[in-house]
Structure formats: C-alpha cells, structure tokens
C-alpha cells in the first residue's frame, strides 16, 4: 500500500441511509467525539432502503447503551418488543416445536457444562424437557417478561434478551441522535466514483444534485448494491447459496388487535420451501416467508405467507431476492463495507444487525487514526471471514438435521456435503457431548445445545462426572433448578404489562 495512505482520517464519508448507515453514524460520532472529524452521509431517498429488519439478538442491548440510549425511550420510538428467543415450529417435522432462549440452560457443575447432567438424567428420565432449565424458555411459555436483575442474584436470574422493532423508526431515532452530534446529511443519489491514480483510494464521490465530496475514509453502508466495495473497487463475493438455497423473501405487515399477541419472541415456522416469520410489534406485526426460488415462485410464496396471516394484512406485500454470501473483503484502501454492502445470511437467526454492530466495532478498534495500515486491514477482514463462517454454520445446521419427508428442498438439505468446521462440531458432540467453539463465535455452546436437543441429535457418551453420578442425585438437583426457574417465571409480570406500563408507544 503507498504512503498516500499515511495521513490522519479527518473527513469520513458514509454511502447509505439505512440501519448500517444511521447505526455506523451514530457510533462515529459518539466515539469519535474528541477527534476532529467531519462526518457525512449521503443517502437517498428516491432510493430508499431495504425496509426489513426487525429482529435482533442480545448484542443490540449493548450497543443502545454503550451510544446512551435509554431502553424505554428507544423502544416508544420504535414501536418495539422485548425478545427472548425465537420459537421453531415444524422444523424437525410438522408438528414438532423447540425454543431458542438468549440464556443458559442450568448451572454448570465441577466446571462441567450443565447439558452433561442433563443428559445423565435423560438416560432414566426420557421425558425431560431442556426448556425447563432456561429461566428465558420459562418465561416465553407463560408470554412474560422481567428485565434481567442487576447485577444477578442467582446464576438462574441471568438471560439475555434483545428486541424487536420497526426498522424505519431505528433509522430515524439514530438519524436524529447523529444530526445532533454533528453529522451532515446529503439526500442525493451518489453516481461517480474518483480515485487515486497511484494507489486507487477512493478521493471523493460524486452526486447528481452537482456536489462532490471528499472524503479520507469512505464507509459503503450502499446496502446489496455494495456500490464502492464490489461495483467500484470489484473485490469480489463468495457466494453460499450452494449452502444456504434462500434467496428470496415476501414480507407484509399485518394487524395486532390485542395486547396479549405481543409475545415477547419471534415465530419461525418451516414451510415447503423455507419459512415463515412473524415479529411482533406495538403497533403491527411484521411477517415473511423466505424461501428459495429453486423451490417456489413469488405466487405459491405469497399463498403460503397469506395463509399464515391470523390478521388482515396493512401492507403492500414486497418481494425481495437476495444473494447469500460475503464480500471478500470487509476492508480495502480506504474503504469499509458494513451491513448488508459487506455480505447476507438469510434471517433466520437475526444476525444482520448483529453484523454491522460488530463491523463498527472492528472498525473503530483498528480505527486508522494515523492513515491506513496493511495489518489493521488484515485483521479486520479476518475476523469479519470468520464470524461470517461461524453464522452460515450455525444456520445452516437448522436445515440440514431436518426429518421433513416428501420434499425436495428438505431433502436436498439432508444431502449437503457440509463445511469441514460444522462436519467437525456435529461429530464430536455426538461422540462426547463436547460442544467445540472457535472463539469469538455469534452463537455460544447454549445455542448449538438448543439444535442439537431441538433436532434430536444426541451424545453417544458423556462426561465420566455426570454419567457416574447415581440418578437418584441427579433427579433431585434437576427438580430442584426446574421448580427455582419456575417459582422466579411466575414472579415476572405479562409481556403486554411490561410494555403497557413502561414503554407504550403512542398507537
Ligand atoms: C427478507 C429479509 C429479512 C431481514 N430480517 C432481518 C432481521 O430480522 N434482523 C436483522 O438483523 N436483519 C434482517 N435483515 C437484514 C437487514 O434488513 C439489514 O441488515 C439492514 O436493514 C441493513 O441494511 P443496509 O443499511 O445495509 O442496507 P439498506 O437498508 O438497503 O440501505 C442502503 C442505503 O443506501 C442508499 N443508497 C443506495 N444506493 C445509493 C446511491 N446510488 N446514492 C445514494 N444512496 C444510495 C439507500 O438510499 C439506503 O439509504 C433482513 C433482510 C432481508 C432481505
């Protein structure tokens, strides 16, 4: 890289308005406040965004509170839910049901995961349920909610859980937290691209209201157009779809007539050719079938969505086509790709978002202060390889330990020849129940636990100290956290409640 590269970063630029650019705006300027840097951002709205987005993961929680955001101020405006997990319905067969808790299952014992005992126990007790030991699973059933004491009184008392929310607002609630920190905003349509000769950085962008702006740092948040990283700088994608068949989606939004139909997570039920969501809302309920077009057309998927509706709808139904992958780079020159510029795994587990929050955090932890560096830029696009793998493994193993039967899709999926990472934790947790991690994962060993028991995949053997263990103990200490769990659920107040005397949005 050329020593044009080695001049501090005082102008950055950032190409898209949607949740990656508001996101990315806002976490500038807050961290970069005592640096003297002019942000601007440049969106359009002849364009638009993407407009979909609603569910998040526990990470979201974090970052709200590292920009000063208060939770019940945020959730008004935005229409928002709490969640704590998602519910799989129909995906080991019709009819079968698991759920996804953002919490632990139990207590871990002798520094042995709690899944050990748990299974020790199973081999006596067939009828055990996983759910039972999550406080979150507990809570979910009965439709409450209770934030997380501070700090935890007991190991049970501590889940995460993360939100639901009408991403149109997200965008604009960060907007408006951006402008007052002193970022500029360009309604254009960006059309030209100059560069440096010598060294190809990216010098300023060009709009089609006259305007030209420079910048030192170019952020591309220009959405699956990836307009700078892969139409301008052409560092190529790595196409999963031979992995992950979804390609497209239909989404509408429906009524939500009472508040006890909030339920405090998101439904993910398997169809034919993909699956079908719903996330709750204050004010409406968002729903969408992804499928793969390989499968289904546009029609047959707006049949099946429309037939899953329990509301009139109060939209338009839009039709989206996506392509499931990830940009080679995440960074290069002066360039950084985050959101859905940078890569997309469908939405079946809500990472997305999760994404851009840790691509802004690569980027402001190798922020290149004194100009560019080759190894930041290494890390970087390392990391972002990395996390990206670990996602597509962990939902694409939701597919493949399917038993749906008479359907190609499904069973095109039993067939796949995996991805040697994931080959390697399906087998080892068959073989000792050990669930590997390759650290920093998205997804901790409760998550993967939750698939494997969700899908029926057992270990063959287990840890010496739990298997030895007489049943009669075991019994008696796996009652004991069940009925804690239970007592501590009980306590909690109605998922509606919560919202209703807390953060109530204006209807
Ligand atoms: C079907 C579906 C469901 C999803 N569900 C979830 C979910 O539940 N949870 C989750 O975390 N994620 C989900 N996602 C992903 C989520 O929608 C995106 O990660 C998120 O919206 C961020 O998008 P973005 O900002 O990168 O792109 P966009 O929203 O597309 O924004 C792109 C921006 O670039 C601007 N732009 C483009 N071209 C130009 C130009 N020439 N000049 C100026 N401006 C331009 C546009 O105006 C816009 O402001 C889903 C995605 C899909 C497809």
């Known amino acids: 890289m050329a020593n044009a ?7 950055i630029v950032i190409l898209g308005g949607g949740t990656a650019g508001w996101m990315t705006a806002a976490s500038l300027a807050h961290y970069l406040r005592h640096r003297q840097c002019q942000i601007t951002l440049i969106e359009s709205c002849a364009i638009g965004t993407v407009g979909v987005g609603e569910a998040t993961i526990p990470s979201i929680v974090n970052f709200n509170h590292g920009l000063g955001i208060d939770e019940l101020e945020f959730l008004r405006a935005t229409q928002g839910s709490f969640k704590l997990g998602i519910q799989f319905e129909d995906w080991l067969e019709p009819g079968s049901r698991f759920f996804h808790p953002f919490s632990d299952y139990g207590i871990d014992h002798q520094t042995l995961p709690f899944h050990h005992y748990y299974y020790a126990l199973k081999a006596h007790e067939q009828a055990l349920e996983l759910g039972d030991y999550s406080l979150a699973c507990q809570l979910a059933r009965q439709g409450r909610f209770a934030q997380p004491r501070q700090p935890p009184q007991s190991p049970l008392g501590d889940y995460g859980y993360a939100y639901h929310f009408d991403a ?19 309604d254009a349509r960006m059309h030209g691209v100059t560069r440096n000769a010598e060294n190809g950085f990216i010098e300023a962008l060009s709009l089609d209201d006259g305007q030209r702006v420079q910048g030192d740092l170019f952020i591309d948040c220009s959405g699956f157009r990836a307009l700078l990283m892969q139409e301008t ?16 989606a239909v989404a509408v939004q429906s009524a939500l007539p009472h508040a006890e139909d909030i339920v405090p997570y998101t439904r993910s039920i398997a169809k034919d050719a993909g699956w079908v969501w719903h996330i709750p809302l204050q004010h409406r309920q968002g729903n969408g079938y992804v499928y793969s077009s390989r499968f289904c057309d546009p029609q047959r998927a707006w049949d099946t969505l429309s037939q899953c509706l329990t509301h009139e709808p109060c939209s338009e139904p839009r039709h989206l086509s996506f392509k499931t992958g990830r940009s080679l780079k995440m960074w290069e020159g002066n360039c950084v790709a985050i959101g859905l510029s940078s890569g997309f795994l469908e939405p079946l587990e809500s990472t997305s978002i999760s994404l851009i929050q840790t691509g802004i955090a690569h980027l402001l932890q190798f922020f290149p202060h004194q100009g560019i560096d080759p190894v930041r830029v290494k890390e970087v696009n390392r990391r972002h390889r990395h996390e990206m793998e670990s996602i597509r493994d962990f939902i694409l193993l939701h597919y493949i330990l399917n038993q749906r039967q008479h359907n190609d899709m499904w069973h095109a999926y039993r067939n796949l020849s995996l991805p040697d990472t994931l080959e390697h934790k399906i087998e080892l947790f068959k073989s000792c129940g050990h669930i590997v991690q390759y650290p920093p994962e998205t997804f901790e060993t409760s998550s993967w636990l939750t698939m494997f028991e969700g899908f029926g995949i057992r270990p063959r053997d287990i840890d010496d100290r739990a298997s030895q263990m007489p049943a009669s103990v075991l019994s008696e200490q796996l009652a004991g956290i069940r009925q804690q769990l239970r007592h501590v659920a009980a306590q909690a107040d109605s998922h509606a409640s919560v919202i209703a005397k807390h953060c109530a949005a204006p209807r």
Do not use: C, M, N, P
């Not at 590269?5 to 102008?11: E, F, G, L, N, Y």
């Not at 190529?236 to 979804?246: C, K, M, R, V």
């Open 5 to 11: 590269a080695q001049h501090s970063i005082k102008q």
């Open 168 to 186: 149109g607002r997200y965008a604009l609630f960060l907007r408006e937290y951006a402008e007052q920190r002193g970022v500029r905003r360009i």
């Open 233 to 248: 700088l052409k560092t190529g994608f790595e196409d999963w779809s031979h992995w992950l068949f979804a390609d497209s």
